[in-house]
């Protein structure tokens, strides 16, 4: 079927807009975040309910093209879209619903966390929600879901309650306890193998503001900082997240001027306690090594959440890697303490991510999410705006990845990798892998959402 056709045939199907390459507004709805994606697809559908992601699903599927499924569009890989195919761009279904009675959540499968955080703020709720506001809540929850409240809340889809999922045949089940239990499985860690998540139903927990922010030190006491960390927080109280750190310090008020662009390590702070009691819950951070600047304080929790946001506009060059840690050995420290200092710009970063607490509570086998027994969850976030720099810093990505793997788990968390990550996929499972193939061969025997970290059915 050639391109022209297989867009009529969207066109008499679905309600929302179907944009072509000959359409005004193609090269808009073709780009993602990561500026190095240059994808050409031969159409892009800004899917209005559920009923159009369907159509989309069956048009795929029947054309035997390419399907690509985008939420936020953050994808590092660049997952969000394709040449020659199809994408479901589901950025127009961005309904959020709270209810307060009963402390649960509806989001429709386009909302990114700013959305998401808005809404439930009001009412003084939240779930964990990763750190930029401009994610999608779809791809992060579906991938597993790091964030600050992830101690005190456990991950993202732990707080799923149910989904509403179109699936490779079409179908539009609800997965749940009750309802699709091996899909509902799946898709909480097994990312966007199994079908296209259009609404979201999640448990929310008294949140409202929050003690929190960064704090930054003199990159020459980061060997004393992260070694801290590592003790300090793995008894401390729940509420307690955030994680460290390496950044060049971005020209911020709070930042004394002559420091604005050093590399410089830091603590990203959230207490999610009682407010009165933040200041004393971070003291220990203020005290571990001189301090360079200090923005910690009481805020509300979206303000946290969105607090990177300027630092990763769209438009950048993206490639990242990322581990999960068992115990972040001096050998590992030494390893960051190598390769931080040459962060390559202002946008670039690395974070450990404590993912104990309440990530423990849940064991390896009860959500496809499969390293309940990892104590860190590293990203080498290498993110610039120059794509001359292209191959030098993928080169830097690399080698720091290299480096701190020989201290780490064998898989990573699959929000954080590259698509050139493929071979670590059963890594990424361990003993979950092959349920997750077994599931896969029922709800997409045809691989047809195979533009992810894949799980081959």
Known sequence: MSAGTLIQQLRERVGGP?????????????????????????????????????????????????????GGGHSVPGFGTCDDGVVADLSGMRDVRVDPATRTVRAEGGA??????????????????????????????????????????????????????????????????????????????????????????????????????????????????????????????????????????????????DRHGDVLSAIMACWAGPVEEGERAVQPFREVAPVVADAIGPMPYPMLNSAFDALVPPGLQHYWKANFVGELTDDAIAAHLEHAPRLPAVNSTIHIYPVNGACHDVSPDETAFAYRDANFATVIAGMWPDPEENESNIQWVRDYYRATAAHSEGGGYINFMADDDQSRIQDNYKANYDRLARIKAVYDPGNLFHLNQNIKP
């Not at 090269?27 to 031969?42: E, F, G, K, L, S």
């Not at 307690?240 to 060049?248: D, K, N, T, V, Y």
């Open 18 to 70: 179907v944009i072509g390459p000959d359409d005004d507004a193609y090269d808009d709805a073709r780009t993602v975040h990561n500026a190095m994606i240059d994808r050409r697809p031969a159409a892009v559908v800004r899917c209005a309910h559920a009923g159009d992601v369907r159509a989309v699903v069956d048009a795929a599927r029947e054309n035997e093209v390419d399907l690509a499924v985008r």
């Open 112 to 257: 990114t966390w700013g959305d998401f955080d808005t809404a439930t703020h009001s009412f003084g709720l939240a779930t964990t929600g990763g750190i930029i506001s401009t994610t999608g809540i779809g791809g992060l929850t579906v991938g597993g879901g790091i964030g600050y409240l992830c101690r005190s809340q456990g991950l993202s889809c732990d707080n799923l309650i149910a989904a509403d999922v179109v699936t490779a045949d079409g179908r539009l089940l609800v997965a749940s306890e009750r309802e699709n239990e091996d899909l509902f499985w799946a898709i909480r860690g097994g990312g966007g193998n199994f079908g296209v998540v259009t609404a979201f139903e999640f448990r929310l927990a008294p949140v409202k503001d929050i003690y929190g922010g960064p704090i930054f030190y003199e990159l020459e006491d980061a060997d004393t900082v992260l070694r801290f960390f590592r003790e300090f927080i793995a008894d401390a109280p729940r509420e307690l997240g955030g994680f460290p750190a390496f950044q060049i310090a971005p020209p911020l008020p709070f930042i004394p001027e």
